[in-house]
C-alpha cells in the first residue's frame, strides 16, 4: 500500500521537474539591436485622428457646421461629415499620397447654403497630403486643395 501512494508522488514530482522544451529563441546582439533602431527610424502616418476643416481652396469656411474627417489608416478607412451629411468610404495612402475612393457613402439631408458638393469634390482630387504640427493639407499635386485643423 505504501508503495501504491509512493507512485503517484513519483511521478508527480518527476514530471514537474521535468521543464518543458522550448523553441529556440535567438539572444539580443548588437545586430539585432540595430534592426530595432533602425525600424524606429520608419515614418509614422499621423492621419489617425479627427480633423475639422478650415479652409477650402485657401478660402476660410462660412458655414455653420464645419466639415469633419477622421482617418483610420490602418484599416484604410475614413468617415465622417460634410458639415451637413455623415460621410464613409475607402482610401488609399502611404507616406506621401493619398486617394480618396470615389464611392463616397453618405446620407441625404438637405443643407440650404451649404456647398457639399463642392467638398466632396475637392476630396477626390486630392492626391497628397502633408501633416506639420496640427494641421493637414490635402492637395493635388502642389495645390492646397483642404486644410484641415487637428480637433
Known amino acids: 500500500m505504501k508503495i501504491i501512494m509512493t507512485m503517484p508522488v513519483m511521478c508527480l514530482s518527476i514530471l514537474l521537474s521535468c521543464s518543458p522544451t522550448k523553441p529556440n529563441t535567438p539572444t539580443a546582439t548588437s545586430d539585432s ?5 533602425s525600424l524606429s527610424t ?41 458639415g451637413c451629411n455623415r460621410m464613409s468610404g475607402s482610401l ?9 475612393n470615389d464611392q463616397i457613402m453618405s446620407t441625404k439631408m438637405a443643407c440650404e447654403g451649404h ?14 497630403y502633408k501633416v506639420q504640427d496640427s494641421l493637414l493639407e490635402l492637395s493635388l499635386n502642389n495645390a492646397v486643395l483642404l486644410t484641415f485643423r487637428r480637433k
Do not use: C, M, R
Not at 33 to 37: G, K, M, P, R
Not at 43 to 57: A, F, G, H, N
Not at 94 to 100: A, G, Q, R, S, W
Open 33 to 37: 539591436l540595430s534592426a530595432t533602431t
Open 92 to 100: 488609399t495612402l502611404d507616406e506621401k499620397t493619398i486617394k480618396f
Open 115 to 128: 456647398n457639399e458638393n463642392g467638398f466632396i469634390n475637392a476630396l477626390l482630387k486630392v492626391n497628397t
Open 42 to 82: 520608419i515614418p509614422v502616418i499621423k492621419l489617425d485622428t479627427t480633423w475639422e476643416l478650415q479652409s477650402q481652396q485657401g478660402a476660410s469656411l462660412n458655414v455653420n457646421h464645419i466639415p469633419q474627417l477622421v482617418i483610420n489608416s490602418a484599416e484604410k478607412k475614413f468617415y465622417g461629415s460634410t
